[in-house]
């Protein structure tokens, strides 16, 4: 089974930028679509973007186009969202997940396994 690393994640100014990461073990990453998430307390836990096995497709969230970039680096087994122009309405913990089928969804119940979540936090 594939276990999730992630990093990346702390404070940040409104209009700042971040880069989480999310690193994979097991062989079988590169043909598994990957997906980022993130839930505040209180809160269901929401899509924020994906991406297919070979990198080629992606999905995000409307609260999050044009400002999220969702990438992978399967020869690293890493999975990556570069986050800019932050807003105070994206801290949250942000979860890296991943499914044993090539093809990205936006739902969380498409996904089998999950990393630990990383604390995001916008000051505004």
């Known amino acids: 089974q594939v276990q999730l690393v992630e990093s990346g994640g702390g404070l940040v100014q409104a209009g700042g930028s971040l880069r989480l990461s999310c690193a994979a073990s097991g062989r079988t990453f590169s043909t598994n679509a990957m997906g980022w998430f993130r839930q505040t307390p209180g809160k269901e836990r929401e899509f924020v973007a994906s991406?297919?096995?070979?990198?080629?497709?992606?999905y995000y969230a409307d609260s999050v186009k044009g400002r999220f970039t969702i990438s992978r680096d399967n020869a690293k087994n890493t999975v990556y969202l570069q986050m800019n122009t932050l807003k105070p309405e994206d801290t949250a913990v942000y979860y890296c997940?991943?499914?044993?089928?090539?093809?990205?969804?936006?739902?969380?119940?498409?996904?089998?396994?999950w990393g630990q979540g990383t604390q995001v936090t916008v000051s505004s």
């Open positions: 991406i297919n096995w070979g990198g080629g497709t992606t």
């Open positions: 997940a991943g499914r044993y089928l090539p093809s990205a969804t936006m739902s969380k119940n498409d996904y089998n396994y």
